[in-house]
């Protein structure tokens, strides 16, 4: 079974208006955690946020939030007020226990217009 | 400045000629890693090590390998490149108490014809 899954191959998005990306995720791991990172076309992997399973409020980071719903087994990242630079790929990924890796989604990409 | 640093970024090589992809940290982490990217599979774990010549397979390690002689390097071999190992190569690192965060390099694009 997949461990991570974003079932969103694309999105778009109007400059300025708030988007959400979809992750859930499968673990019976109690410890684990969540992160975002974004991809632009140039290829770098930067870091948005991370939700940590015993977390008690919803990370936040600036303009990017992360929605976790323990139960449903979901860790959405919400991005407010769109801008243009915001146009990348999107990924998911979650560490377990020991951290010895992070498990990635196929990535969801976004595209803001004008 | 704080970062993991990759090199060569864009590699274009032929079957069979050894390669190495050097990846170097000036953060003082214990843990590297390397990934690779494929379309539509995400990033895929190749090899970790934990610390200076600790190192061990991650999901895709075949056809790969590691060493780990110093704390800052984390080089990725490839012995006898074949075509399928074409992919966007990511070196890894973080502080190993540390369960927040992990740094990437900036990648490699690697080309094997």
């Known amino acids: 079974a997949q461990k991570i899954t974003q079932t969103q191959p694309g999105m778009f998005v109007q400059e300025k208006e708030a988007v959400t990306l979809d992750c859930t995720y499968d673990?019976?791991?109690?410890?684990?955690?969540l992160f975002w990172y974004k991809q632009p076309s140039s290829g770098e992997m930067i870091f948005l946020i991370y939700?940590?399973?015993?977390?008690?409020q919803n990370a936040t980071e600036g303009r990017y939030s992360l929605n976790f719903q323990k139960a449903r087994k979901s860790a959405n990242l919400v991005i407010s007020a769109s801008q243009l630079g915001d146009s990348a790929m999107y990924f998911c990924?979650?560490?377990?226990?020991?951290?010895?890796?992070?498990?990635f989604g196929t990535g969801t990409r976004l595209l803001v217009s004008p | 400045e704080a970062q993991v640093t990759q090199n060569p970024r864009y590699l274009i090589t032929v079957t069979g000629k050894k390669l190495t992809v050097t990846c170097s940290q000036n953060?003082?982490?214990?843990?590297m890693s390397w990934y690779r990217q494929d379309p539509g599979l995400g990033l895929r774990q190749i090899y970790y090590?934990?610390?200076?010549?600790?190192?061990d397979k991650g999901d895709v390690p075949e056809g790969y390998k590691v060493s780990r002689k110093e704390k800052r390097n984390f080089p990725l071999i490839l012995e006898s490149p074949s075509p399928n190992q074409t992919s966007l190569y990511f070196c890894?690192?973080?502080?190993?108490?540390?369960?927040?965060?992990?740094?990437f390099g900036p990648g490699t694009r690697l080309t094997v014809l």
């Open positions: 890894a690192s973080r502080d190993l108490p540390r369960i927040d965060t992990q740094y």
């Open positions: 673990t019976s791991d109690p410890s684990y955690g």
């Open positions: 939700q940590g399973s015993y977390d008690q």
């Open positions: 990924a979650m560490r377990e226990g020991g951290f010895q890796k992070l498990v």
């Open positions: 953060m003082n982490h214990e843990y």
């Open positions: 090590s934990m610390n200076v010549e600790v190192t």
